[in-house]
T-cell receptor, first 115, second 109 residues
């Protein structure tokens, strides 16, 4: 089974801190994604990457950046954490062809609280 | 544009059936369905491609009507393990699915 592992299950950070959320997948998938999940809003795409060093903005990229230096690892960076970034963050991966033919494998999520 | 899921919530007893709908205002190529249990990652259930193909997974099946830009998820003879939030993800002009807000399903003994 494909595994997508997110390094932290829970994080508490202070306003203004730089925050790194890490995600690793073990099935050589080309595509990786970061979503945030908020009650009543569903899953919203922050950034995605279809290759090493490639990144594209999703629907809500403001306040975030990403890094993909290796195929298996995709990092989400909150440059200066704010309270409105308190949320559940989900990483996902899928093989090539993006979502056309393959489902996504999600990590278990990181619940980030910014105080 | 985010697809619309209906209903927002469903409460059932074991053995009852349910239908969850997903509608888009855009032309669709494919639809994903996922289930997320509380505190866990969403789990991929199935993908439906253009062509109206109906697929099944255990006692859960789905249909896709690309002309109506709709997909429906059918849960037959619900089990306690079916409880969770169901999301559809729709793909039209983009290769990335846009997810609905979810439908909460609670199955009681």
């Amino acid at each position: 089974d494909v595994k997508v592992t997110q390094s932290s299950r829970y994080l508490v950070k202070r306003t203004g801190e730089k925050v790194f959320l890490e995600c690793v997948q073990d099935m050589d998938h080309e595509n990786m994604f970061w979503y945030r999940q908020d009650p009543g809003l569903g899953l919203r795409l922050i950034y995605f990457s279809y290759d090493v060093k490639m990144k594209e903005k999703g629907d809500i990229p403001e306040g975030y950046s990403v890094s993909r230096e290796k195929k298996e690892r995709f990092s989400l960076i909150l440059e200066s954490a704010s309270t409105n970034q308190t949320s559940m963050y989900l990483c996902a991966s899928t093989p090539t062809q993006r979502g056309l033919y393959y489902g996504y494998t999600f990590g278990s999520g990181t619940r980030l609280t910014v105080v | 544009q985010q697809p619309v899921q209906s209903p927002q919530a469903v409460i059932l007893r074991e053995g009852e059936d349910a239908v969850i709908n997903c509608s888009s205002s855009k032309a669709l190529y494919s639809v994903h369905w996922y289930r997320q249990k509380h505190g866990e990652a969403p789990v991929f259930l199935m993908i439906l491609l253009k062509g109206g193909e109906q697929k099944g997974h255990e006692k859960i099946s789905a249909s896709f009507n690309e002309k109506k830009q709709q997909s429906s998820l059918y849960l037959t003879a619900s089990q306690l393990s079916y409880s969770g939030t169901y999301f559809c993800g729709t793909l039209g002009g983009s290769y990335i699915p846009t997810f609905g807000r979810g439908t909460s399903l609670i199955v009681h003994p």
